[in-house]
């Protein structure tokens, strides 16, 4: 698949209404084709991270933002579903509690990092700080900042900060991938009437779902900035069509998979001491009767 039309390019002027449609489903129009494809995908990614966790030197951080609905727990879920646990952490980033508005804002971010070794998820990330902060200005009042913080110039700071914090990580050997579930203001309400008339479903629907629905236009003004300024060479964004969950799995299978078939990836090498112990292991085990 061919990942450019989801790929942000750094320091580009990103309109989603112009330029990304949610329904894009490339040459697939079949979801029958499409999962098989996930499922070599599923395969291909377990792979990779028995590697990964083995050789312990590189993670793979994943950060997933969207609109509600959009369909990021069903797409970690089905991704991620060949992964060993072990080798795999999900923090989903609620509203700040009182120990984090203690912190700066990027500190639960350091505190949630996957080890070396490990694939993180980040569902909903630090980029809440210039999302939903930027929508609800109002909670800049709670994060106790100096007033000399509170500038007209603070989202540009935060972009700035976010970049340096993303391009250390990646300086020591955590990979960046973000993903924006693109979902379409109409079929978020088909997903929406879905979770209030299934009653499997209720639980995953609250009343201030509807009112963020009513600030759609603020979002995306809010997206598209943050798209703009920190989508970089380092950390990408890609912005994936999310109207038909079975592409939008597929699609972020794929660019997880082809970067880290990018890394060194392989298993250790024993040394010669541990390939003595090996062989004398194998000696003793054998002459077992």
């Given amino acids: 698949m061919n990942h450019d039309p989801f790929l942000v390019k750094p320091g580009s002027k990103v309109s989603l209404k112009k330029d990304y449609d949610p329904g894009y489903t490339g040459d697939y129009t079949d979801k029958a ?19 990964l966790y083995a050789q312990n030197i590189y993670a793979l951080l994943l950060i ?13 879920k089905h991704v991620m579903s060949g992964v060993n646990p ?5 923090y989903s980033f609620k509203a700040p ?9 990027l500190w639960r971010s350091f505190k949630a990092l996957p080890e070396r070794g490990r694939i993180g998820i980040f569902n909903r990330s630090h980029y809440e700080e210039v999302l939903v902060v930027r929508v609800h200005p109002e909670i800049l009042q709670k994060q106790q900042l100096p007033k000399s913080a509170l500038t007209k110039n603070i989202w540009k700071q935060r972009f700035e900060e976010i970049n340096n914090f993303e391009k250390y990580l990646v300086n020591n050997g955590i990979v960046v991938l973000k993903f924006f579930l693109n979902v379409s203001k109409e079929e978020q309400k088909k997903r ?20 963020e629905r009513g600030l759609w236009n603020d979002y995306m003004r809010a997206y598209e900035e943050m798209f703009s300024h920190t989508s970089t060479e380092h950390a990408p964004w890609y912005i994936i069509p999310a109207d038909h969950k079975w592409f939008t799995r597929l699609a972020v299978a794929e660019i997880i998979g082809d970067r880290l078939s990018q890394l060194d990836l392989h298993y250790p090498v024993p040394t010669d001491v541990h390939m003595k112990d090996l ?11």
């Fill in 33 to 51: 084709a499409a999962q098989e494809k996930l499922k070599k995908g599923v395969e291909r990614l377990a792979k990779y991270q028995d590697v």
């Fill in 64 to 76: 997933f933002q969207a609109m509600d609905a959009a369909g990021k727990d069903s797409t970690i």
């Fill in 86 to 90: 072990q080798g795999c952490q999900v």
């Fill in 97 to 105: 509690s009182d120990e984090e508005l203690d912190h700066d804002y």
């Fill in 192 to 211: 929406f009437l879905e979770r209030i008339e299934r009653p499997e479903k209720n639980w995953k629907f609250s009343a201030a779902d509807v009112k």
């Fill in 279 to 289: 062989l004398e292991a194998k000696k003793i085990l054998d002459a077992e009767e």
